[in-house]
């Protein structure tokens, strides 16, 4: 009798292509994405497997003009089947990092990038670089995508998510959004043939129904690289070949849809469930400090330049809206966010912080420009100033020299003349002191010690400052604190600079840092991320591992941070006993820790990945508001108001200081209301977003609703706190339709 044939197990298979323009054709030439194009098609066609191309969007931009022959390639395996486009994002940055308006810039722009030069959109959420925040499956979702995979490659930082032992999940959002999902588990590789043995014996895939082996690559033809198909197709060629298996490729969108999702259990992970992984903190948060900057003015340039168009002609600039010229700052934005401009600072970071800086000139421009056209058309009174305000609320506005404009209307302006600040009551806050830390010679010392100062040391909107010489430490470095009232907000700006004149010991836990310790603990911490306000528990350490010598080739060390946390631009705390909370807005300062006493916010850090490359100067901005119960949405506008820059012009306007307004002479008998307001939302939620659209924006999407309209408006509105919430829409323009709409 013969014996029974061997039943194949079913073992599904793929993998996603991870390269970049940004940083990698920046050092290694012209022919790293044509090569990398050319290397995953061997690679796809050599081992007969399908897979994923996870490139940034400006990198297909750049080989629609500089290789398009490779280009057209791309094209023709993802028309195939054989490639799927995955991630997609114009820039790849570490999401968790930046603000939620650029992380659903990051998408829009990126997909139709992806649409415009593969002829698809992409419906698959995979990046290499850790993306994670809990209402991430939402934006995905209102982007087109209808799956995901939480696998995320450590590199040089090592990103946790929770591990499964399951071969699909729901991946679920804090508003309930689901989306399928390839999870973190056994099964994950990474670029090395040898990871392939181990998982074939491995428990979980003999116990799962469906496994599925998901693995990254980074595929460049390059002697000098690592990663290439000549180096990983024999492994993977007998593994095709492996009696023991039903060897099943697939493109992550079409293995989602085969997977048996009946028994797929929901996640819904918190930010204490997962860990970054990245040197957060390093050279004094400079690339994502740039990054929330440059986000923030371009809001104001988008708002300002919709408001100055509301009022007619002449436009600021020749069309009703600068639609490229805004589209192009946040293009070089976008791409500077992207992850290596940060994780690989001292190599590439140079780069990005000069496109940070142009999109900071370009957005600063239309600004001004906006605000011109309107001091143009107001009449002098007295010595009068005109002040917009770019946000979509009513608020006081504090200008330079700390006078006061009051209830200055929502996206929009008023001409007044300056008032002195009403802010002269004493503010009430919790027993608070702070020291400042620095891991010098392998032993944590405080440098400074101090308590907040009373109302009466910086009355009004006086400033006080000292200089502080490290407590009989022998320690190279000058620090200046400096405690100012604002005249505006009820809280208290701490200002700190640091001159660094040695290098201080390398990792996060030699992080020269500020110590904030309370007399009560803290029983709830609230922290901010993209779209969202949730508690932080930070009990968990996370592990961080850094080179000894060069990045590449030299042993690596591993050091345990203790309870980190991430804010992108406040904490809130409340404490035992009392009723009393505490704002702690920041500039840029993402990087926090919890401690027995309290609080600890990583102010400058050296990153062993940057190698001899180090940030001797600190500067950074908090800014602290005792309250009773401030809703999310306020604190939201709290930290908008704080960190927003004062527009305003005497009247008149200045001549000359910018380039004239175009579309139409300036008619001096005509005279503008005095204030101006052209949208105010009413009800617990933020608006996030006011601005123009181009008919570009609608190219290869049917159903878009700006089809047929001359730049219609977007307005985009969030709730911050999980809850359904009505809000009322009060805008001075005239509608003559109206639609919700997804991101697009």
Same mark, same amino acid.
């Given at each position: 009798?013969?014996?029974?044939?061997?039943?194949?197990?079913?073992?599904?298979?793929?993998?996603?292509?991870?390269?970049?323009?940004?940083?990698?054709?920046?050092?290694?030439?012209?022919?790293?994405?044509?090569?990398?194009?050319?290397?995953?098609?061997?690679?796809?066609?050599?081992?007969?497997?399908?897979?994923?191309?996870?490139?940034?969007?400006?990198?297909?931009?750049?080989?629609?003009?500089?290789?398009?022959?490779?280009?057209?390639?791309?094209?023709?395996?993802?028309?195939?089947?054989?490639?799927?486009?995955?991630?997609? #994002?114009?820039?790849?940055?570490?999401?968790?990092?930046?603000?939620?308006?650029?992380?659903?810039?990051?998408?829009?722009?990126?997909?139709?990038?992806?649409?415009?030069?593969?002829?698809?959109?992409?419906?698959?959420?995979?990046?290499?670089?850790?993306?994670?925040?809990?209402?991430?499956?939402?934006?995905?979702?209102?982007?087109?995508?209808?799956?995901?995979?939480?696998?995320?490659?450590?590199?040089?930082?090592?990103?946790?998510?929770?591990?499964?032992? *399951?071969?699909?999940?729901?991946?679920?959002?804090?508003?309930?959004?689901?989306?399928?999902?390839?999870?973190?588990?056994?099964?994950?590789? *990474?670029?090395?043939?040898?990871?392939?043995?181990?998982?074939?014996? #491995?428990?979980?895939?003999? #116990?799962?129904?469906?496994?599925?082996?998901?693995?990254?690559?980074?595929?460049?033809?390059?002697?000098?690289?690592?990663?290439?198909?000549?180096?990983?197709?024999?492994?993977?060629?007998?593994?095709?070949?492996?009696?023991?298996?039903?060897?099943?490729?697939?493109?992550?969108?079409?293995?989602?849809?085969?997977?048996?999702?009946? =028994?797929?259990?929901?996640?819904?992970?918190?930010?204490?469930?997962?860990?970054?992984?990245?040197?957060?903190?390093?050279?004094?948060?400079?690339?994502?400090?740039?990054?929330?900057?440059?986000?923030?003015?371009?809001?104001?340039?988008?708002?300002?330049?919709?408001?100055?168009?509301?009022?007619?002609?002449?436009?600021?600039?020749?069309?009703?809206?600068?639609?490229?010229?805004?589209?192009?700052?946040?293009?070089?934005?976008?791409?500077?966010?992207?992850?290596?401009?940060?994780?690989?600072?001292?190599?590439?970071?140079?780069?990005?912080?000069?496109?940070? =800086?142009?999109?900071?000139?370009?957005?600063?421009?239309?600004?001004?420009?906006?605000?011109?056209?309107?001091?143009?058309?107001?009449?002098?009174?007295?010595?009068?100033?005109?002040?917009?305000?770019?946000?979509?609320?009513?608020?006081?506005?504090?200008?330079?020299?700390?006078?006061?404009?009051?209830?200055?209307?929502?996206?929009?302006?008023?001409?007044?003349?300056?008032?002195?600040?009403?802010?002269?009551?004493?503010?009430?806050?919790?027993?608070?002191?702070?020291?400042?830390?620095?891991?010098?010679?392998?032993?944590?010392?405080?440098?400074?010690?101090?308590?907040?100062?009373?109302?009466?040391?910086?009355?009004?909107?006086?400033? #006080?400052?000292?200089?502080?010489?490290?407590?009989?430490?022998?320690?190279?470095?000058?620090?200046?604190?400096?405690?100012?009232?604002?005249?505006?907000?009820?809280?208290?700006?701490?200002?700190?600079?640091? =001159?660094?004149?040695?290098?201080?010991?390398?990792?996060?836990?030699?992080?020269?840092?500020?110590?904030?310790?309370?007399?009560?603990?803290?029983?709830?911490?609230?922290?901010?991320?993209?779209?969202?306000?949730?508690?932080?528990?930070?009990?968990?350490?996370?592990?961080?591992?850094?080179?000894?010598?060069?990045?590449?080739?030299?042993?690596?060390? $591993?050091?345990?941070?203790?309870?980190?946390?991430?804010?992108?631009?406040?904490?809130?705390?409340? $404490?035992?006993?009392?009723?009393?909370?505490?704002?702690?807005?920041?500039?840029?300062?993402?990087?926090?820790?919890?401690?027995?006493?309290?609080?600890?916010?990583?102010?400058?850090?050296?990153?062993?990945?940057?190698?001899?490359?180090?940030?001797?100067?600190?500067?950074?901005?908090? $800014?602290?508001?005792?309250?009773?119960?401030?809703?999310?949405?306020?604190?939201?506008?709290?930290?908008?108001?704080?960190?927003?820059?004062?527009?305003?012009?005497?009247?008149?306007?200045?001549?000359?200081?910018?380039?004239?307004?175009?579309?139409?002479?300036?008619?001096?008998?005509?005279?503008?209301?005095?204030?101006?307001?052209?949208?105010?939302?009413?009800?617990?939620?933020?608006?996030?977003?006011?601005?123009?659209?181009?008919?570009?924006?609608?190219?290869?999407?049917?159903?878009?609703?700006?089809?047929?309209?001359?730049?219609?408006?977007?307005?985009?509105?969030?709730?911050?706190?999980?809850?359904?919430?009505?809000?009322?829409?009060?805008?001075?323009?005239?509608?003559?339709?109206?639609?919700?709409?997804?991101?697009?």
């Amino acid at each position: 009798m013969e014996p029974a044939p061997t039943v194949r197990r079913p073992l599904y298979y793929t993998f996603a292509n991870h390269m970049h323009w940004v940083d990698m054709q920046w050092l290694w030439g012209y022919e790293v994405m044509p090569g990398s194009a050319r290397d995953t098609l061997r690679f796809c066609d050599e081992a007969q497997v399908r897979g994923n191309l996870n490139f940034d969007g400006i990198g297909y931009e750049r080989l629609a003009s500089e290789c398009p022959e490779a280009l057209a390639k791309l094209r023709e395996a993802v028309a195939a089947g054989k490639l799927e486009p995955v991630g997609g #994002s114009w820039g790849q940055p570490y999401g968790l990092f930046q603000g939620g308006e650029s992380n659903v810039r990051q998408f829009t722009v990126g997909v139709r990038a992806v649409l415009r030069h593969l002829g698809v959109r992409p419906r698959a959420f995979w990046e290499e670089e850790f993306w994670f925040f809990p209402q991430l499956p939402q934006l995905l979702q209102q982007c087109g995508y209808t799956g995901a995979s939480l696998f995320f490659q450590w590199t040089w930082h090592t990103p946790e998510v929770p591990q499964e032992e *399951h071969s699909v999940i729901f991946w679920q959002g804090l508003d309930g959004t689901k989306l399928p999902t390839l999870p973190r588990n056994g099964l994950n590789l *990474h670029q090395w043939p040898e990871d392939f043995d181990p998982m074939l014996e #491995s428990p979980l895939l003999q #116990s799962l129904e469906q496994p599925v082996l998901a693995q990254w690559v980074e595929l460049m033809p390059s002697p000098d690289w690592m990663c290439r198909s000549e180096v990983l197709l024999p492994r993977l060629k007998e593994l095709a070949t492996d009696s023991r298996f039903d060897f099943r490729p697939r493109t992550l969108s079409a293995l989602l849809s085969e997977l048996n999702t009946d =028994d797929a259990p929901t996640r819904a992970y918190s930010m204490d469930d997962v860990w970054h992984g990245m040197s957060l903190g390093k050279n004094a948060d400079r690339i994502p400090r740039a990054s929330l900057h440059g986000e923030r003015l371009l809001l104001e340039a988008e708002s300002m330049a919709t408001v100055s168009a509301l009022l007619g002609r002449p436009y600021p600039s020749w069309d009703v809206y600068p639609i490229w010229e805004i589209d192009e700052a946040w293009r070089e934005l976008l791409a500077a966010q992207h992850h290596d401009n940060h994780e690989c600072e001292g190599l590439c970071g140079f780069i990005g912080l000069d496109s940070f =800086d142009k999109a900071r000139r370009m957005s600063q421009r239309v600004s001004q420009r906006s605000l011109l056209r309107v001091a143009s058309e107001l009449r002098p009174v007295n010595g009068s100033v005109v002040v917009a305000n770019a946000l979509p609320w009513r608020r006081d506005v504090a200008l330079a020299d700390g006078t006061v404009v009051t209830d200055v209307p929502a996206c929009g302006f008023r001409q007044s003349e300056p008032q002195q600040s009403k802010n002269a009551d004493a503010i009430e806050f919790p027993q608070l002191n702070y020291c400042l830390n620095l891991q010098w010679k392998s032993s944590r010392e405080t440098l400074l010690n101090g308590e907040l100062p009373s109302a009466a040391s910086v009355g009004g909107v006086d400033a #006080s400052s000292m200089q502080a010489q490290p407590c009989g430490h022998d320690v190279p470095i000058k620090i200046e604190t400096e405690w100012r009232r604002h005249p505006v907000l009820l809280g208290y700006e701490l200002r700190i600079t640091a =001159d660094h004149q040695e290098r201080w010991d390398p990792g996060m836990n030699a992080a020269f840092a500020l110590d904030l310790n309370f007399a009560d603990a803290i029983t709830e911490l609230i922290h901010d991320h993209p779209f969202a306000q949730t508690e932080i528990k930070a009990q968990k350490n996370g592990l961080r591992k850094y080179p000894s010598g060069d990045w590449m080739t030299s042993e690596q060390w $591993f050091e345990e941070v203790e309870r980190p946390f991430t804010a992108t631009r406040f904490i809130d705390a409340e $404490f035992e006993g009392k009723g009393q909370r505490l704002l702690i807005m920041h500039d840029g300062s993402q990087s926090w820790q919890r401690t027995d006493s309290g609080l600890r916010v990583l102010l400058n850090v050296i990153d062993p990945w940057d190698e001899t490359y180090w940030n001797p100067r600190t500067e950074v901005r908090l $800014f602290l508001i005792p309250h009773k119960n401030l809703p999310a949405w306020r604190r939201h506008q709290l930290a908008e108001e704080w960190l927003s820059q004062t527009l305003s012009l005497p009247i008149p306007a200045p001549t000359g200081i910018l380039a004239c307004v175009g579309g139409g002479d300036v008619d001096l008998e005509a005279q503008l209301p005095t204030q101006f307001g052209a949208l105010q939302i009413d009800g617990p939620v933020v608006c996030t977003a006011f601005h123009r659209l181009g008919t570009r924006d609608g190219e290869g999407f049917a159903n878009w609703a700006g089809h047929g309209m001359k730049a219609p408006h977007l307005i985009r509105v969030v709730e911050l706190e999980g809850q359904s919430a009505a809000a009322k829409l009060n805008c001075v323009m005239p509608m003559a339709s109206a639609w919700r709409c997804n991101m697009f």
